[in-house]
């Protein structure tokens, strides 16, 4: 069965540094997600990617945060100066279009700042 | 913010049926009823989804109601594998569409 692939499962980072989190989504799907989950707490919409741009983002994902599919099968998240409190799994999804369709997520990969 | 209600917690026996009820009160008459599950921190599993008909896959069965107010979802053989946080979510599930996760329930399969 077709997967959400995420690398890295784990990372540990500086505070202040920058963290390039990726995801190789199902390959004929084309939206993209980053949801995130601090420990303890709800799975929380980040952003959502379509036809190479932003259609939407939460208050959360402000100006540290960027998206890119750099190639056909890679889609990252970028984090450009860590804080602490962006410790957190982050979950990468995906979806093909069509009404009522299912949005498929990744195994997540866990930040944590230091 | 989650648009369903659903209780914290509850136990099941091994083996014998699990029913996880759902209200939605205020869904909308194009959106659908999505069950996820989140078993110990790794990525939301998908489950099932439905509009207004019964559904049942090779995971379980979905019971809508008539006015599509409330839902459940039945796992019919619960096992230990099946511990986990089951999330019940309404999204329009049109081209682009996010899903609100609320706290869910906590099931917790007992042998």
Known sequence: EPEVTQTPSHQVTQMGQEVILRCVPISNHLYFYWYRQILGQKVEFLVSFYNNEISEKSEIFDDQFSVERPDGSNFTLKIRSTKLEDSAMYFCASHRTSSGNTIYFGEGSWLTVV | ?111
């Open chain 2, 1 to 111: 913010d989650a648009k369903t209600t659903q209780p914290p917690s509850m136990d099941c026996a091994e083996g014998r049926a699990a029913n996880l009820p759902c209200n939605h009160s205020t869904i909308s008459g194009n959106e659908y009823v999505y069950w996820y599950r989140q078993i110990h921190s790794q990525g939301p599993q998908y489950i099932i989804h439905g509009l207004k008909n019964n559904e049942t896959n090779e995971m379980a069965s979905l019971i809508i109601t008539e006015d599509r107010k409330s839902s459940t979802l039945i796992l019919p053989h619960a096992t230990l594998r099946d511990t986990a946080v089951y999330y019940c979510i309404v999204s329009s599930g049109s081209n682009d569409y996010k899903l609100s996760f609320g706290a869910g329930t906590t099931v917790t399969v007992r042998a």
